[in-house]
T-cell receptor
Framework: KNQVEQSPQSLIILEGKNCTLQCNYTVSPFSNLRWYKQDTGRGPVSLTIMTFSENTKSNGRYTATLDADTKQSSLHITASQLSDSASYICVVSPISNFGNEKLTFGTGTRLTIIP | NAGVTQTPKFQVLKTGQSMTLQCAQDMNHEYMSWYRQDPGMGLRLIHYSVGAGITDQGEVPNGYNVSRSTTEDFPLRLLSAAPSQTSVYFC????????????FGPGTRLLVL
């Protein structure tokens, strides 16, 4: 069964510090890997999408990396802000045919930034 | 653009009642889907649609019906609510399927007593 595992489950850091969230997956072959940010009580918002051939992608202070050989991805947040407090969800999309939806969602890492 | 909108925001049902969760998008997206989010679990796909008139089942379709008569709207119907359907429901849309950013609605929190 395709799986996406994220670590840590939760993380607390001081405002201004950097942090890295991890995502390990077993989906193979895969088409793309996505990172979403979900604020409490809101829907997920896309941060990055990487295809299997990309190693890194940035969106402001968020940088995602991908190692397709080891099936690992990380999301690095630089100079954290209070607004970064949220859950971060890793999603892997397999190669699929038209009409076949098989996205696999991780359970997320809950990040709390404290002043 | 309003993006993806969902109504209601919160609903309480009694076991056996039926209801419809509304979802609409104004981005002319072909692809729409419904997910449920439960504590300790990743989002799970209920039903999806690749265009008006075309729907298909996802991972957890039992107890839910959908239809897609227009590009904009994708309602989710609970036929006979059960406590196991207590969850937060998200509607999402994207321009197409492969490799496209999905835009999620704000969610509907459903409590079935």
């Amino acid at each position: 069964k395709n799986q996406v595992e994220q670590s840590p489950q939760s993380l607390i850091i001081l405002e201004g510090k950097n942090c890295t969230l991890q995502c390990n997956y077993t989906v193979s072959p895969f088409s793309n890997l996505r990172w979403y940010k979900q604020d409490t009580g809101r829907g997920p918002v896309s941060l990055t999408i990487m295809t299997f051939s990309e190693n890194t992608k940035s969106n402001g202070r968020y940088t995602a990396t991908l190692d397709a050989d080891t099936k690992q991805s990380s999301l690095h947040i630089t100079a954290s802000q209070l607004s970064d407090s949220a859950s971060y969800i890793c999603v892997v999309s397999p190669i699929s045919n038209f009409g076949n939806e098989k996205l696999t969602f991780g359970t997320g890492t809950r990040l709390t930034i404290i002043p | 653009n309003a993006g993806v909108t969902q109504t209601p925001k919160f609903q309480v049902l009694k076991t056996g009642q039926s209801m419809t969760l509304q979802c609409a998008q104004d981005m002319n997206h072909e692809y729409m889907s419904w997910y449920r989010q439960d504590p300790g679990m990743g989002l799970r796909l209920i039903h999806y649609s690749v265009g008006a008139g075309i729907t298909d089942q996802g991972e957890v379709p039992n107890g839910y019906n959908v239809s897609r008569s227009t590009t904009e709207d994708f309602p989710l119907r609970l036929l006979s609510a059960a406590p196991s359907q207590t969850s937060v429901y998200f509607c999402a849309s994207s321009y197409s399927w492969a490799g496209e950013t999905q835009y999620f609605g704000p969610g509907t929190r459903l409590l079935v007593l």
